[in-house]
């Protein structure tokens, strides 16, 4: 969720937000064992800057609430090409950079985790989470409506891929895989 507090054309910024879902062990056998990690958000901000006529650089820094206490920030940049004037192909590189709280509740085990899991003992620090690369078809259906055709592939590195949970029982190589509908609200204070 992204909402536009200032826009000139060339720079763009304002309030964002996540929701995450909770996760527990009926979700993955992988997970007995682990604490439950429960449902919530993210809240932030974000700056967008288009240095061309073809070229996005968005970074987004958001606080967790309820699910985790950490901070997570992503940089993204998004060549795009206009196919049609209602179809957009667009892709581009992706990083991830969190807190060690962020990084405790998604990666970490406790000694207790330990014993209950058989995974080892795991405490990780703040760090670059994940690189990666993403694109998108988008189709804009009306001036206010979008739908869009995702995917993303991340490689997780420092303290999520030196996670138990990951090296013993996860892969280092993630995917994601989507289609997502916007719409645009044209009002202005």
Do not use: C
């Amino acid at each position: 969720i992204s909402i536009s507090l200032f826009d000139n054309g060339a720079v763009r910024g304002g309030l964002n937000g996540k929701f995450l879902f909770s996760r527990d062990a009926g979700d993955s056998d992988d997970l007995a064992g682990l604490d439950p990690v429960r449902w919530g958000g993210e809240a932030g901000g974000f700056a967008e800057f288009y240095p061309t006529d073809w070229l996005r650089v968005r970074g987004e820094v958001r606080h967790g609430i309820r699910t985790h206490d950490g901070v997570v920030a992503e940089l993204r940049a998004d060549a795009f090409h206009d196919v049609t004037p209602a179809i957009r192909i667009s892709g581009g590189p992706r990083l991830m950079v969190a807190s060690a709280d962020y990084f405790d509740t998604y990666y970490g085990v406790t000694p207790a985790e330990s014993i209950a899991s058989g995974l080892s003992e795991y405490d990780p620090d703040g760090g670059i989470g994940s690189v990666g690369v993403g694109g998108a078809i988008d189709w804009k259906t009306t001036d206010q409506f979008t739908t869009s055709l995702f995917g993303e592939y991340q490689r997780l590195v420092g303290p999520a891929a030196d996670s138990s949970l990951v090296q013993e029982r996860g892969s280092v190589n993630q995917f994601t895989f989507g289609v997502s509908a916007s719409y645009r609200f044209d009002f202005t204070m």
